[in-house]
């Protein structure tokens, strides 16, 4: 019989996308893109609950310290043929808004209009979205925002 993966909980899945990113779980949270995520996998990729599912449980396993996990993580998710896509096309979905199933895709499936606005790309590079949030009045004359750096860039 084969091994079912149930669907991550949203708080396990908010788990996994932040150890995924590196940014922290109240960043994930503040998105309010969650739901549409975990819906969009949930549908469309069992392996990405899969891997979401994998990671909540090594967050478990180590009560939350990152130091244990992102190792585990390394082992148990980016070394394993089963997950790394997957791991990398949830990954990929958080930071552009858009599903790519594979990486020979040539074009990802945007989720919606909000989901490109709240990619983590644009904090990550200190950067509004482009064409959907204006700096402001002058803002093309003042230096750009330090980005926020993920955790575990380096």
Do not use: C
Request: aromatic letters at 10%.
């Amino acid at each position: 019989m084969p091994h079912v993966i149930d669907t991550p909980s949203l708080s396990e899945f908010e788990i996994a996308s932040s150890v995924l990113t590196g940014f922290d779980i109240v960043d994930i949270q503040a998105t309010g893109m969650s739901n549409e995520y975990l819906d969009y996998v949930t549908d469309h990729a069992p392996a990405a609950n899969a891997v979401a599912v994998v990671i909540a449980n090594l967050w478990a396993h180590y009560g939350g310290n990152l130091d244990e996990i992102e190792p585990a993580v390394e082992a148990k998710v980016w070394s394993d043929p089963s997950f790394s896509a997957a791991a990398r096309a949830l990954t990929v979905l958080w930071y552009t808004g858009a599903w790519y199933p594979d990486a020979d895709s040539a074009g990802g499936t945007l989720l919606s209009a909000a989901s490109y606005q709240q990619g983590l790309m644009w904090p990550a590079v200190g950067t509004k979205p482009l064409g959907a949030r204006p700096g402001g009045y002058a803002s093309w004359a003042l230096p750009p925002a330090s980005p926020t750096v993920a955790r575990g860039a380096r």
